[in-house]
Nanobody, 124 residues
Framework: QVQLVESGGGLVQAGGSLRLSCAAS????????MGWFRQAPGKEREFVAA????????RYADSVKGRFTISRDNARNTVSVHMNSLKPEDTAVYYC?????????????????WGQGTQVTVSS
């Protein structure tokens, strides 16, 4: 059983930066693939980024690659995403999620645990 709590959302201007964090419960955090997803108004939830349990491998959606960086600190049971050069189209509710297993995953139904979400709004 894993509980996830996101934080760090807010309002920023286009071109600005924001860092989101996710705190996880459980003593086996390092065994989970951790992902970030987002859902904008009127759109389906989409994959943003993921990181393996060891932190060695990462994967990004094309829309954020080069601007977002995912990282994790297994000693603190946290995963973060640093978002640079934010655009209005990045506006969405951002969710962190956890998936059992040792390989990276990008599909929503592959993740078993989800946080409550945190709002990111980018003004133009």
């Amino acid at each position: 059983q894993v509980q996830l709590v996101e934080s760090g959302g807010g309002l920023v201007q286009a071109g600005g930066s924001l860092r989101l964090s996710c705190a996880a419960s459980g003593r086996t955090f390092s065994s989970y693939i951790m992902g970030w997803f987002r859902q904008a108004p009127g759109k389906e939830r989409e994959f943003v980024a993921a990181i393996t349990g060891s932190g060695i491998s990462t994967r990004y959606a094309d829309s954020v690659k080069g601007r977002f960086t995912i990282s994790r600190d297994n000693a603190r049971n946290t995963v973060s995403v640093h978002m640079n050069s934010l655009k209005p189209e990045d506006t969405a509710v951002y969710y962190c999620a956890a998936s059992p297993g040792g390989y990276i995953r990008t599909m929503i139904d592959q993740y078993d645990y989800w946080g409550q979400g945190t709002q990111v709004t980018v003004s133009s």
